[in-house]
């Protein structure tokens, strides 16, 4: 079955930099997009960053353009999150997500267009 696995997270001053992985197993398919959503304490799931798989093309959030880079390796089936200049309002657990069967590009950042969720890694910013 469609597995994601997250890592890569912990305990990072403010101003560094931390990449993440999302490394997934059991498509049949290549997936539509491979998107990384954060959740912080009391606050709604957002989506942060997404890949395209189909067009290659990369969305960012707002608050990480700039500080976040989105990748992937194809042959490792690792999708990558490498965020630089962390902030303490970036702390939260990180998941990556993958939409099955529907797929729209401009909805990215919308958590109910996805199907399968890894268990999450914690990125906690603070002195």
């Known amino acids: 079955q469609v597995q994601l696995v997250e890592s890569g997270g912990g305990l990072v001053q403010p101003g560094g930099s931390l990449r993440l992985s999302c490394t997934t197993s059991g498509f049949t398919l290549d997936p539509y997009a491979i998107t990384w959503f954060r959740q912080a304490p009391g606050k709604e799931r957002e989506g942060v960053s997404c890949?395209?798989?189909?067009?290659?093309?990369?969305y960012y959030a707002d608050s990480v353009k700039g500080r976040f880079t989105i990748s992937r390796d194809k042959s490792q089936n690792t999708v990558y999150l490498q965020m630089n200049s962390l902030k303490p309002e970036d702390t939260a657990v990180y998941y990556c997500a993958t939409p099955f069967g529907v797929w729209i590009s401009e909805s990215w950042y919308m958590a109910n267009l996805y199907d399968y969720w890894g268990q999450g890694t914690q990125v906690t910013v603070s002195s």
């Open positions: 890949l395209s798989t189909s067009d290659g093309m990369t």
